[in-house]
């Protein structure tokens, strides 16, 4: 293996950076050529620290691993920070040092992240510089390889009888990615090639755990035998441990957690076992105080955002096609939040104009489907975690059948309730938002207390898609 483990977080993250940047600029012979780690769009903490991670440690093979945010139209710097928090406070927790402090501020912040982080609007931007030939025009497309985390299937196909594995980002038109590696733990999308590896898809509460065990798997991130990790690795162990605490609330959320998570939370206390400051958390106490630290920079964070920055900040999207319909693709776009829908009306003003930022959005994005999901604890519930569900059909036809069936199939199995406030909200402000948030009338929707918290977007979605494709003729 080549020598990269005595690099900390921070140094292979500039050194990725610039091979990057190299890369683009042509600087690499073939042979050099680096594999880009790029998470799911929805860019959150999970993915974006297993493709930190899982970066780190593939450089220790014989190719450059560059971890790639998904974010495109968000450059790293100080608007990175404003919409990720969590991320950045995971990261500073992990890195801030004495022989490297920086501080957790926008002025700190800021250029460490656009030095140490790329996303796809900064991949975009690097290629306004560097791909147009002497005569101004764009060079030819670009073929680079990927690992995906925390995904399986690119959103843009190459083509329908191409080859498996291969397309494109949105914000990347003229990238083609080979992917040659995946680790998820969400439906199998049958886009992988056989010769795809790692390949490791299977269930589990947190991504972070599946990385976290193939590398130790693949004998990349060896487990140490008397407490001799090294700092570095100390560093990348705290830095996993914040999606998989944030993902399975702090290992307390029984439906969620799986052995793949037990077996990665394990590895990763021995790992920080060595650890001789505060910030290990290998004890109870220890391991709250961290969870507690993420979860309240990332529930704060939305605070500061718009409505559509809200919509926008655990987005994920999906095309379909439904047999009654096969010339119409249905577009589908799930939101989750970790607010209740109280709170975005107040901060929309009235449940009329967030239901007008609502359509805003999916007409933006060009959606048929909206789905809003937030996941949070309820005061008026002693604290107890919770869930929501507002589904939203943009126009008549297929969408609205589509959720009519929904509803018909997965009230029991979603054990969908009358919604009722579960913040406090008074009697006048719960009416109004049931009034206007669930109506026969264009857009229709419907909204629901979603009885089973068990069932995450990652469950939720797959019943969505479903309930388009089905080939329930009667629905027209």
Not at 192 to 199: A, I, N, S, V
Not at 229 to 254: C, F, G, H, W, Y
Request: charged content about 25%.
């Amino acid at each position: 293996m080549a020598g990269h483990a005595a690099q900390s977080l921070l140094q292979m993250l500039r050194a990725a950076r610039q091979t990057h940047l190299r890369f683009i600029q042509g600087t690499l012979s073939h042979a050099e050529s680096p594999i880009y780690v790029i998470g799911n769009s929805s860019a959150d903490l999970d993915s974006m620290v297993c493709a930190v991670v899982y970066s780190y440690f593939a450089n220790r093979t014989s190719r450059r691993h560059i971890p790639l945010i998904n974010l495109h139209t968000v450059p790293s710097g100080a608007e990175l920070r404003r919409l990720r928090p969590e991320f950045v406070k995971a990261l500073w927790i992990s890195t801030n040092t004495a022989d490297q402090p920086w501080e957790e501020t926008p002025e700190s912040a800021g250029p460490l992240l656009r030095d140490h982080i790329l996303t796809v609007a900064d991949f975009a931007k690097d290629l306004e510089y560097q791909d147009r030939g002497p005569d101004g025009q764009p060079r030819q497309n670009r073929t680079v390889d990927a690992v995906l985390v925390d995904w399986n299937a690119l959103p843009i196909r190459s083509s329908a009888d191409g080859p498996y594995g291969t397309g494109r980002l949105d914000g990347l038109p003229s990238v083609e990615f080979s992917v040659v590696g995946c680790i998820d733990h969400h439906v199998d999308e049958g886009f992988l090639g056989p010769e795809c590896y790692p390949q490791v898809i299977e269930k589990a509460g947190s991504c972070s755990s599946l990385v976290t065990n193939t590398l130790n798997d693949m004998g990349l991130w060896r487990t140490p035998s008397t407490s001799d990790s090294s700092k570095e690795e100390r560093q990348l162990a705290l830095l996993a441990m914040a999606p998989l605490l944030i993902d399975t609330v702090n290992m307390t959320a029984k439906d969620k957690v799986t052995s793949a998570d037990t077996c990665a939370r394990d590895f990763l206390q021995q790992t920080l076992a060595s650890a001789d400051d505060s910030k290990d958390p290998t004890n109870p106490s220890a391991m709250d105080k961290y969870y507690a630290q993420i979860q309240e920079t990332k529930q704060n964070s939305l605070d500061l955002l718009t409505v559509d920055e809200v919509l926008d900040r655990d987005y994920k999207q999906w095309t379909e096609t439904s047999p009654l319909r096969p010339d119409q693709p249905v577009n589908i776009g799930f939101c989750s939040m970790v607010k209740p829908i109280p709170w975005i009306v107040r901060k929309a003003g009235t449940a009329e104009t967030f239901l007008d930022s609502l359509r805003g959005f999916a007409e933006q994005r060009d959606l048929d489907i909206v789905v809003v999901m937030s996941a949070f604890t309820a005061s008026v519930r002693e604290g107890a975690f919770v869930r929501e569900l507002l589904v939203c059909a943009r126009d008549e036809g297929v969408a609205v059948h589509a959720l009519r069936d929904l509803e018909a199939r997965s009230r029991s199995q979603l054990q969908l309730q009358e919604w009722e406030a579960l913040d406090g909200a008074g009697a006048d402000e719960t009416q109004s938002i049931r009034d206007v948030l669930s109506g026969d009338q264009t857009p229709w929707r419907r909204i629901w207390v979603q009885g089973d918290v068990a069932k995450s977007r990652k469950q939720v979605a797959p019943l969505v898609r479903e309930a388009v494709t089905s080939p329930a003729g009667d629905r027209l």
